[in-house]
């Protein structure tokens, strides 16, 4: 009688779990495009910008979604910084995370943490390392606006002689549609 009587409560509140998650348009869509800003050291001697696009999903309650994304990202090496260090490479990168999204206006701004793998590849060497971003980001309506601040942990060969963390500032543009 009692495990009936839990298998009760827990499908009504299942049910009315169901019944919100619609009501308040919790799972998400998101794209982005972006330009990256090296911020570090020989990274940014050797690339000044790079470009990309990401795309995602976000599941939640109420103002705290996680979220999923994947990427691409591509910096082309200066030639300058060629001239100097001829087996430097142009850079790839397919970065591939996780992580929490918390509104904290009215579900307009937000900030945001994510971190995961990204899979790095300067046309001689691929190579899969640790990544991760933090920002913050502005939604007006399904325009999806955000700065984030992050770094990939590697060290290829062949385009910078730096140490592991290489930080680069995100500026992003896209959209997101509430399901």
Same mark, same amino acid.
């Given at each position: 009688m009692k495990?009936? &009587?839990t298998?009760?409560? &827990?499908s009504a509140g299942l049910c009315l779990a169901a019944t919100n998650l619609k009501? =308040?348009? &919790?799972?998400?869509?998101?794209?982005?495009?972006?330009y990256n800003s090296p911020s570090g050291g020989?990274?940014?001697?050797a690339y000044k910008f790079g470009l990309g696009a990401e795309a995602g999903a976000g599941l939640g309650w109420g103002r705290t979604f996680l979220t999923g994304t994947i990427g691409y990202d591509r910096y !082309?090496?200066?030639d300058a910084y !060629?001239?100097? $260090?001829?087996? /430097? $490479?142009d850079l790839s990168l397919t970065p591939v995370k996780l992580g929490i999204r918390q509104y904290i206006l009215a579900k307009k701004i937000y900030l945001k943490a994510d971190g995961g793998v990204a899979f790095a590849n300067n046309n001689d =060497?691929? !190579?899969?390392? /640790?990544?991760?971003? /933090?920002g913050v980001g502005l939604k007006l309506g399904i325009l999806d606006l955000?700065?984030?601040?992050? /770094?990939?942990n590697f060290a290829l060969s062949g385009f910078t002689n730096t140490s592991q963390n290489i930080p680069a500032f995100q500026f992003k543009a896209g959209l997101a549609f509430g399901l």
């Open positions: 495990s009936k &009587l298998l009760l409560f &827990l009501a =308040q348009r &919790l799972f998400f869509i998101f794209g982005h495009l972006q020989n990274f940014r001697d !082309k090496v200066e !060629k001239a100097k $260090r001829p087996e /430097a $490479r =060497q691929k !190579k899969s390392c /640790a990544t991760w971003d /933090a955000g700065v984030d601040y992050g /770094a990939t």
